[in-house]
């Protein structure tokens, strides 16, 4: 599915292709925009079809006016549902489906409006539920009745074809509050207003003189448990209100009016039936709407929608703030763009001769309202002193566990981050968010058996996380204990913080003093392998201590003939837990301390004891940030790891295509150092 802007601006181009070269083909816009009445009138002209598509009822975590990752769609091929000046699609179902002898679809439909009560799912699903200071701020908790009278955006479509333009805002207020003498009268504003994205169809000066006024972004379930009653012309936040048992007013027609479920200002003839609420849900949120999920790239039902909402919606909302990024070098800045595509905006501080990173920061708009974020354990102290004094948020930013094929040394482009606002998965010095989540979070049987798919596929892919090597057979003694170990950069902020009096020579020292009659296959680090990092150890030295060095074959090559591995705080360790390969640990690297290695250190901190399944949800699906490799978008690991198989196959065979790739990125590096340069000067 096309996303918003590329879907509403593609339909003029299509429909002429179509006319041209596809008889057949029906006419497509959008809704009662141009591009819609573009497409009703070729297909007056042209004797076609057309079909008409909009926002579903559960669109999004973002708004759509930012161009928030679409989860649903609807398709009609009479009208448009908001358009009550004639018959629709959804209309018609209304008129004629046999609820009652679809047992299936009225399950689906309770069980999915309670999963919209408990976890607050509305149609757009960024905005914070109320809490405390909401409740005080506007007094919801008083005991007398409360009416919630909805505002809308002015010139909105579904006001003008919803046969609402007769009221105005200010004549329903009155009305409101002549009916329910006795209550407390509030007023909503639309989110899209708020934001300053459109404007209200309410004068602001007038409704604070009549009513409570309530223009804090909230989440439209969890205000409208508040209220007894609503009035509104057409908005969806009258359904809503509906599906929580509310009583609902409508000045004007929306798609759940006229079935007798409302109280209805506007009479609608052709609605014929007398229908239930249940029912109503049914045919438009369930037989009317087309999911599906932007992650995952899939087609997609209400319920993995509602799944996925809940999943992603605290992490992915849309951020009203600047995100100041220090310690990314250039070559980093391109590829950070789509996963921070929820800021605001973005500025990159790399200052070059006498500046400082805070002066330069500051300059640029630092302020209380901004976010911070620093690579991995750089240390900015003036910047982290004037972001506790300001109260600013920090966030770490890190390479994924799955991050590329070819390494970030070679200036690769990764396809996972993690970004974590505690402190960073390396670190054991204090808490991260990954920690946290494998101390604390309850994993559900969705994520387990999701775990467990991705660990399966990992495994049976060959996937690692640079995925440059092929696998390659080895021959070894069938008689002795196979055992591990992957050599590390020595200067990497893992080992500074995890294993600090560790050295790849003395690990290799210190396993074959307590394994004399293993086999011992070392495997220097990739980064360290190619000249890029410290941590080289003399080949002659090294088989003092080990039976075999490798290199250029992949880590699951070793993994299939290895027993044990050991390490400082190698990523091969998590590696091997997910494949059942007993693991020691002499440093502290993430997955240590929950009861799957063999830890030569203590961490306090880490009380739990966790299954595999349970270590792979935390770390692979909860903790970090995807992107689609083909289309530079925010997915889940599933279409990333695919991906990841298609682009390695590509590598493996093609010489000519890894070159071509390491000429791309040397180029990139010294274009950007020199677009840094100027920018600077």
């Known amino acids: 599915m096309k996303q918003p802007k590329a879907l509403y601006n593609s339909y003029y181009l299509e429909n002429i292709i179509s006319l041209i070269f596809y008889k057949n083909s029906p006419m497509r816009g959008w809704g009662r925009k141009k591009s819609g009445r573009f497409a009703i009138k070729c297909a007056e002209i042209f004797n076609r079809d057309f079909i008409l598509l909009e926002d579903g009822f559960i669109r999004s975590i973002g708004l759509g006016i930012d161009d928030s990752p679409l989860f649903s769609t609807v398709e009609d091929d009479i009208g448009i549902y908001y358009d009550a000046t004639g018959s629709s699609r959804l209309e018609e179902i209304l008129n004629s489906y046999n609820f009652e002898n679809d047992k299936v679809l009225m399950e689906q439909s309770k069980r999915a409006i309670a999963l919209i009560r408990k976890y607050h799912i509305s149609k757009y699903n960024s905005s914070p539920v109320v809490d ?379 396993v074959r003093a307590d394994a004399s009659e293993a086999y011992i296959i070392y495997k220097p680090h990739p980064d360290v392998a190619a000249g890029n990092r410290l941590g080289k150890i003399d080949r002659y030295e090294a088989l003092n201590y080990c039976d075999r060095i490798v290199t250029d074959i992949s880590i699951e090559s070793v993994l299939l003939l290895s027993d044990e591995v050991h390490t400082m705080t190698s990523l091969v360790g998590f590696e091997a837990i997910m494949r059942g390969i007993k693991v020691y640990t002499y440093g502290t690297p993430f997955y240590a301390g929950w009861g799957l290695s063999i830890d030569k250190k203590e961490c306090k901190r880490r009380v739990r004891r966790v299954e595999i399944d349970e270590l792979v949800a935390a770390t692979l699906l909860l903790y970090p940030y995807y992107i689609d490799p083909s289309s530079r978008e925010l997915s889940d690991i599933g279409v990333t790891i695919e991906e990841l198989k298609l682009e390695r196959d590509r590598f493996n065979r093609s010489m000519s295509y890894q070159k071509s790739i390491k000429i791309y990125n040397l180029i990139s590096r010294k274009l950007q150092w020199l677009l840094r340069l100027f920018r600077e000067i």
Not at 217 to 226: Q, T
Not at 410 to 426: A, M, N, Q
């Open 132 to 510: 405390f200071s909401i409740e005080e701020k506007y007094n919801l908790t008083n005991k007398n009745r409360k009416v919630l009278v909805i505002a809308q955006t002015a010139g909105d479509a579904s006001l003008k074809f919803g046969l609402a333009e007769q009221f105005n805002i200010e004549e329903i207020i009155k009305v409101a509050i002549e009916e329910n003498p006795a209550a407390s009268i509030y007023l909503k504003i639309h989110p899209d207003a708020l934001n300053s994205k459109k404007r209200s169809n309410i004068d602001m000066d007038i409704a604070k003189k009549s009513c409570v006024t309530i223009d804090d972004d909230i989440n439209p379930i969890s205000l409208l448990n508040y209220f007894d009653k609503v009035y509104t012309m057409t908005s969806q936040m009258g359904f809503e209100a509906l599906l929580l048992g509310r009583e609902c007013v409508c000045f004007g027609i929306p798609f759940y009016a006229g079935w007798g479920v409302t109280d209805d200002r506007v009479e609608s003839l052709r609605r014929r039936r007398r229908l239930s609420v249940e029912e109503i849900f049914a045919a438009s949120y369930i037989l009317y709407t087309k999911y599906y999920n932007p992650y995952s790239k899939n087609g997609s039902d209400i319920f993995d929608t509602i799944d996925s909402i809940v999943k992603y919606r605290d992490r992915d909302k849309p951020i009203r703030k600047t995100a100041y990024c220090f310690g990314f070098s250039p070559w980093k800045h391109t590829y950070m763009v789509p996963f921070m595509r929820n800021m605001q905006s973005i500025k990159f501080i790399n200052p070059l001769f006498s500046k400082t990173a805070l002066d330069m920061a500051i300059k640029k708009g630092l302020n209380r309202e901004s976010h911070i974020y620093i690579w991995g354990k750089k240390a900015f102290e003036d910047v982290e002193r004037y972001a506790k004094e300001s109260e600013i948020d920090i966030y770490r930013v890190e390479d994924g566990f799955i991050r590329s094929v070819g390494l970030g040394s070679d200036l690769t482009r990764p396809y996972s981050l993690v970004i974590d606002h505690r402190g960073i998965y390396f670190d054991p010095t204090k808490e991260s968010d990954l920690e946290h989540i494998l101390n604390f979070h309850s994993f559900t049987s969705d994520e387990l058996t999701q775990a467990k798919y991705i660990k399966e596929k990992i495994i049976k892919d060959k996937l690692s996380k640079y995925n440059h090597h092929t696998s390659i057979s080895l021959e070894i003694p069938k008689d002795r204990t196979v055992i591990l170990i992957p050599g590390q950069v020595e200067d990497d902020a893992s080992i500074t913080y995890g294993a600090p009096d560790m050295s790849n020579l003395k690990l290799l020292q210190q």
